[in-house]
């Protein structure tokens, strides 16, 4: 029970370096309580029962007597338990930052910037263009992304209405494909972003064959909810997009689309229904 | 009856067996290496029975052409400047197209890492159709499949290395199939991708995993394996008419035990 307790402990630390501080100081407390429980417990045989000694009687008769011996504590299994107990805290010195520099680089400082996509007059109205741009230049072309994007023209509201889709498959993440002819010589190149126009109002993916229509509802194959939305917000008139929200299903098209909208999951997971229980904290939502 | 020594018969105790004893009497290796390959096996064993050594073989082949290839190999997703692709593509290209015989030394990793894969499965099956993972080996059948996951966890991470567009995908959906699993699904995957997607990072830990962790453990099972295969023996097939369990006869006590560095009785009991 208590090296169950340690592991617990060791975990939430492990997990509170990357979610939060209370966490991590909680699984601190667990680890130390219930690993100073599980030392106790181990070494309770090399320790040996407490000796009971019995108040002293002092009588001349006493002195003189034999004198029996005390239940000793000897020296060899003190150094033994110590040797094994320093062992084990060198043991854990060296390993836990080891086992934090192999883990933790992975769930740390992994937000990704906001992308400029350019001016509005490359967005033509109710057609999609395919943008690609690096979503971390300092990481170079290995994080090139692909993202449809359709303006919809103006919503009931009077605020501009765009549909971005991540190209993302939302089985298991192979790069969905526009169902139409991409206009190559029509390429527009701002900066390390490229935009392409393309005559497609559907996606399939090439791998397993998901299909999706235009509002990135899936329409055949194995995916498992609508393709990945941007969030965006429109500067100097200019496209900017921002992180990524899973969805359920959208109703609707275009600017009067309703997005049932979730915090972004691995692909392949449902967002929502009871199958969603099986995956109640996504590393990337607590990280960015 | 005390023949005169030939010429050759001195020079041969002189350098070899001389300096084996001087081994042997301080490591007993030379003992060991005779318990381990000097084994009584049943006469009715078959080349069934040679497919775990045909594995070996395809395994120690992988180690010696992965040895040589990491020789040339650059594990880095940044672009080459020279010819404007990844490094590590290029490096393969390198390997394939220029380097003396690289072709070959990359074939025969690609198509063995295949081979070894097959074997291992064939290997299994012999075990399993003639009921040698019965008592007691019980325990070296479950090594056996930790092998195996081993062996596979060294295909799925060596694929992604030649870093092409199949290399890529095929890891982007075999990570995404790991972000599945239920409750810590999500948190193998951004580990395995270096993030929420494979970023730069993910190519060295993947080339690390691929060499040296993965490996590490094969090796070490591979060991248990093989000790555990020299210590219980194999298995006759069972067709065989030959009754199992048969007293070994009764051996003189060896020089070793007479010069008391074994308890006698009980060298080669096992």
Known sequence: ?????????????????????????????????????????????????????????????????PEEPLPAYTRSRFLEASLIGLSAALGGILTLPVLGFMVLPSFTDVEEDEVDLGPLENFPEGEYVIATYLSNPEQGEVSRRTAFVRNNGFAESGLPSFTILYSRCVHLGCPVQPNGPIDENAMTTIGDVELRPVLAQSFGCPCHGGQYNSEGNRTAGPPVRSMDRYRFSIRNNRLIIHDLYAVGNVTGTGANATIHAYPWSVPGTHVDGISAWLYPIVPSQVTS | MARKKTKRAEIVELTVLKPLDWVDERTAFVRGTKWFLFRNVPRDISWAQTLGFGTLIAFTSQVLTGVILAMYYQPSSGIDPLTGKPAAYTSIEHITNEVTLGWLVRGMHRWGASVFVILMFLHMGRVFLFGAYKYPRELNWIVGVLILLTGMLMGFTGYLLPWDQTAYWATVVGINLNGTAPFAGPWLAQWLAGGPEIG???????????????????????????????????VSPPWSKEGAGRERPARAPSAAA????????????D
């Open chain 1, 1 to 65: 029970m208590w090296p169950i307790g340690f592991a617990i402990g060791v975990a939430f630390l492990l997990l509170g370096l990357v979610i939060s501080w209370w966490i991590a100081l909680t699984g601190a407390i667990l680890g130390v309580v219930f690993g100073l429980l599980w030392a106790r417990d181990v070494t309770r045989e090399v320790r040996g029962d407490v000796p009971q000694i019995a108040p002293e009687r002092r009588t001349a008769a006493a002195l003189d007597g």
């Open chain 2, 258 to 269: 007479r010069a008391g560095l074994t308890r006698a009785g009980t060298e080669g009991s």
């Open chain 2, 200 to 234: 730069s990072d993910a190519l060295a830990k993947w080339y690390a995993l691929h060499m040296l962790l993965i490996p590490g453990a094969l090796i070490a099972l591979i060991i248990v394996h093989l000790y555990l295969v020299a210590r219980l023996g194999v």
